[in-house]
């Protein structure tokens, strides 16, 4: 037995940013970005916060689950984008939706992040200390991003999606079929420091990224990591419906399908409309497939996310 996602949420800011308008920016083309990336456009946040983006995403999952918010009783968000270190953005969301005798707290692994949170709320759910999570992905990437570095800003957008997590067994029922990686070293590939350094030199605070050592490292690593899960679950990659992936590079799911040998139309995207949102990634995704009626009792779905860190991970989930 698993814990279940009983409920799905998600947020995006109304301003829209298409390829054009990136192009007046730095010197790119619609068709270099929708050939090399997938992505048409994404959405940017103009007043809205990692915070508010994530409470609105999860008003939308509570609602969706049928429960009220005071059934929560563990709140984690992942994010790398927040606006403010203290107080982490959980008990922010914890406020707003008015609600006491609950765990909150942040997680920062960047686009694994959303399976990092994951793995720690149904961990907390099997050990018994805590009955109905809510984990959330919200990111404003676009604080970190530089306008005027053509290999990142064309890929990333702002937004949430969040997840309310139940266990319909006793807890010493469930196993947890989630892996999750993690590779220091390699950790150059992708940085962002926000704020000052202990000399008070300010930092380079924009995105800054090897596309390339990414790219190779995703199409190696993810579908490595989607068969340990699948060991795990003791499944095969054919009983999979759907692999609900970190939206980061259309090419990149596309080398995915193919290494798994798996027909495309088992690897839902939104990218083409979002555009990479780090954590938020795969929660929105589940969302939109929620919405959209694609996902039907007992369906398989594993989800896998990658990056910054670096780091890289999946786990199994029955609907
Ligand atoms: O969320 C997890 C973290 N991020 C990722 O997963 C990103 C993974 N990486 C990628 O998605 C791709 O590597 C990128 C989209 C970032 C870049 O695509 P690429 O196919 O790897 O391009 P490249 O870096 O090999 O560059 C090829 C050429 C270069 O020109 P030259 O040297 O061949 O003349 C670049 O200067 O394309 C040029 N280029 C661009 N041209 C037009 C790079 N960015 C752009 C651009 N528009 N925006």
Redesign the pocket.
Known sequence: MYVKIVGTGSFLPERVVDNFEIARMV???DE??QT??GIKTRHIATKETVASMATEAARKAVADAGISPEEIDLIIVSTVSAEQSLPCVACEVQKALGISQVTAFDVNSA?SGFITGYQMAAGQIKAGLAKTALVIGSECLSNGVDWTD??TC??FGDGAGAAVLRADCAPEELCIPCVLHADGSQGEA?TCSLGHGKDKVPYDEYYR?D??A??KF?TRKVPEVIREVLELSGHTVEEIDYFVL?Q??KR?IDAIAKRLRQDESKFPMNIMDNG?I?SACIPMLLDDMNRKGMLKPGMKLVLAG???GLTWGGFYLEW
């Open positions: 010197d790119t083309s270099w970005i090399r990336t686009c053509r290999g064309i890929l992708l990224m596309g390339k990414i790219f995703a970190h980061a590079n990149i990479n780090s990658f990056g910054a």
